[in-house]
């Protein structure tokens, strides 16, 4: 066992008592901090064998082959770190970002830098990292020298800066966008806070112009598969009426979904010796809310995004992304009509019980569940 799976192993342990009983305010700055230090280590110790997923579990989407339905969430590898790790560890494919055109520090309040802390009893996480990032062009200059494999494409999450969308913030990430492109990255995802609720006619009606300018210069002459990924909130009509316009504009699909803030709903799904923690992030904080908790409207807004894709005709992929933490998780995702799926929260539950092996043990189970229909 290495290193950082050991660590990984013995916070597992721990965890659970310093969300419970720590002040909330020493447990929230001990994860921020753990946060980053184990990403950077894990990111910086790939196994030293790749583990190959089963043949049968590859799909092709866009003409690209995926080898594996299931692979990281934006947000993991900020700086395009971690290809190596999400390679061997068996991945589907990698996902870098999100960046923004400028560098940016994140969030820092009450003295906590990027604040987080996870829920290990409720399977949950809070985060108001406020987009760390060192901006597309670092980011795209690292995925240009990175080794190509075989069946794993490698994708880029980007993002307007946020609280900006004049026409010049709109122009810097379609340059961001060419330079991801001019690096060879084979899918792109783009960022979107787009209205939660269908009562948001500016907000959408906003949306669909940035949608409509980003299609023009980026989508249509690039030719390259653009998702555009959503909040977990977004309510079953906006994901009718958005995705019909994706399709038309020439996306190539959607992701669904980003952290909530429906903090209050959320509540329930918290473990009651959690809350403290959860109710001091919420009220210090806000921020965003992932995992378990978000698996049933994920789930909805999947099943609605399918139907409505079916509905206009055209390749349009649905990727599924909240609360994923297992082989179960994978195929409900895949049976309410996604085609691939993505996790952040449930892959480091899962790392700390399975370490490298965590990819393989979920394409294990699947292989078991379907041996049939498990290819895509
Ligand atoms: C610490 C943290 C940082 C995140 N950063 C980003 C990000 O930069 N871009 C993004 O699109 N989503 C980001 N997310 C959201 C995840 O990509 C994902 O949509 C969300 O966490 C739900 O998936 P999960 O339940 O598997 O965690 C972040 C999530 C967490 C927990």
Redesign the pocket.
Known sequence: MSLVELLARYDAVLRPAVVRFFPPRLAVALYSWA?QFALRMLADSPPPMTLVPPPSLERRLWGIRFRAPLFN????F?HGEGYTLAYRQGAGAYLA??TTSEPRMGNIRRGIALP?VPYPRSG??S?W?G?P?PGHRAVAARIARLERYEAFPIGA?V?LDPGECSPDAIERLIEGLWLYHQARTDFF?L?ESCPNTGDDRVGMDALAERLHIIAERFVRPSRAPVLV?IS?DTEPEVVEQLVPLLIRLGYAGI?I???STHYARHRTAIAPAERRAYDYFVRTFGG?I???P?CASVSEAVRTARRAAEAAGGEFHVIA?????SANDVRAALDAGATLA??????FDRFARDGHRVYERVWEHLCMQDPETSSG
């Open positions: 946060r969430a934006a947000g993991m900020k970002g999100t987080f949950a996480a985060n990292l987009l990032n999450s993002a995802e960022n990924k977990a992701t979904g980003n952290t965003g992932s995992g378990a978000l992304v909240g609360g994923i933490a993505q996790w952040y929260t449930g892959y």
